[in-house]
């Protein structure tokens, strides 16, 4: 199935009413322990870009290409860094030009051996 924008993101006027429009899957990792003691299985942002054509998209900032240092930067609720916001925006890319939703799909969960979250 040919990943294809949720048109319905874009008519959202707050992030409340952004947060209901997609049901919240497993992520790539499963559920993650965050710092507040909550869990999270994706973390999603908001970029506008020129390959989004400057329209605002809702990705996950939750991907495979974080180091184990940035995934915990991401479950500590602090600022996320540009370089995990470029790692996200990336990811998000190269999935949708591949077809896909930037957001894991079921099945597609991985383990991290080393997950090194000390809280």
Known sequence: MKYQ???TFEKAEDEL?????RKKG????????RQNGLWSTE??????????????LEIPSI??????????HVLSDKELTPEIIKKASDH?????????????QPGEQRLRK???ITW
């Open 5 to 7: 924008e949720d048109k």
């Open 17 to 21: 009413d952004k947060s209901i429009k």
């Open 26 to 33: 497993l992520g790539y990792f499963g559920r993650l322990k």
């Open 43 to 56: 973390y999603s942002i908001g970029i506008r870009e020129g390959w989004t054509g400057n329209k605002e």
């Open 63 to 72: 991907v495979p290409t974080l180091t184990d240092s940035e995934l915990q």
């Open 92 to 104: 998000a890319r190269m999935r949708i030009e591949s077809g896909l939703s930037p957001f894991a």
């Open 114 to 116: 080393h997950i090194a």
